[in-house]
DNA sequence: CTTGCAAAG
DNA sequence: CTTTTCAAG
């Protein structure tokens, strides 16, 4: 039996479901979801804003009212679960969510942006260089394992439209670049890459002028997979069709038995 | 020839003009208007947010953006405008403007609102007891003169449509409608009640619930006329009819050559 | 340009 | 319930 795992920034989970989350969230087909940028704490949910009847949720808020916050959820058998990445700055701001599942162990990451200025350019790189050594461990186990979210990084050219213009903009810059080639030189794959390589679809679009209506995006949502789990990779898409939930749209990749 | 002066609370000139402000303005046959609750600074306005060409405008902005404002805009000619109560808080909080046309003098007064907590009650009161002394001064030099604007406060049970639940709430405390009441002794013609006794009009409702739907209104906006000016007064109207340009409405009042 | 927050009404 | 501001993305 395959199954199908999904990823997608919702930017404000309230923002989402006002944009049909619950409707698309139905027909999407995944039977482990991972959210980032839900913007709001678990004690201010309501029905819409969590896991349909029957499927199961762990969820990482930031301390800060209205920002960050990532969650897993599954309607697959969950053996367990836990939060954060062993940094304590980053786990006070909500970005890491785990399940581990009977086939697999997934992770909700919201790695951190620094488009706002030197200042969290600066901590984004912290947690960089934390999380290529926790990933490095997590490989180092051998098990099947899936790293998912916004990573905040186009990896390649041809995961953004316009390299040329952006080589000094945070999330593509060379140093970002290359921590992603040393990243995936661990053994991760990405899966919507190993899938499609020859593709050329974004997963995020500014919300500056028509980004979106002209396809201006960027690919820095991604699915990475460890070794033994890759190995059972079907497929991998990127659902950019409307209606949009967010700014992003979800990544998707379906694995075998 | 008589003329037509109106008030109006705004609140928020950006959200006004989005309301239909401008087209509002151009229909209502004012010759002067009175602003209050601009919420915006005068360094901030374009085109829409500020006077038709041929027109003069004076406006007092708040220190605190987003705040609080008024201005009076003429059609008819000024000789000489300026701002303030002479209340140093007051007037940095952006709550008087004035106007010396050739026919009379007309201030716009956005009278501090105590809803929002008992420092806020006091910081009214203050004002009030200076707008008292201030207005009998103006009626001692027996010029015509025309105090426009948001009160906050409905002077009798005809000008709130529930007073025996709202005896309680800033707006409708037995000593703000007895300053009220002492006010107009001084020689003061509350222009609409003037000119319709009987009415049950509203100038504000409350955003909440259904209250404009259900008109479950107050009337806090007022014109003030000394009594050179009142005795030219013509008739005095309230514009409760949609669109809505805010959670007030426009009083008009038309006066004699 | 958008989300959610906060203060204020 | 609504406006505007703010930080953040």
Sequence with gaps: MSWTLGTVNVNGMRAAVRNGFPAWRGRSGCDVLCLQELRMQEDQMTGDHTEPRGWKRVQVDAEKKGYSG???WSRLPVVDQGTGIGLDWADAEGRVAWMQLDRARVYSVYLPSGSSGEARQAMKERFMAHFFDWSRDLLATGAPIAICGDLNIAHAEADIHNPGANKKNSGFLPHEREWFSELLGL???????????DAREYSWWSNRGQARALDRGWRIDYILASPALAATLESSSIVGRTPALSDHCPVLATFGA
């Excluded at 053994?187 to 390589?197: K, L, S, Y």
């Design 70 to 72: 990532a969650s897993v």
């Design 187 to 197: 053994g991760w794959t990405d899966c919507f890459r190993a899938a499609n390589p």
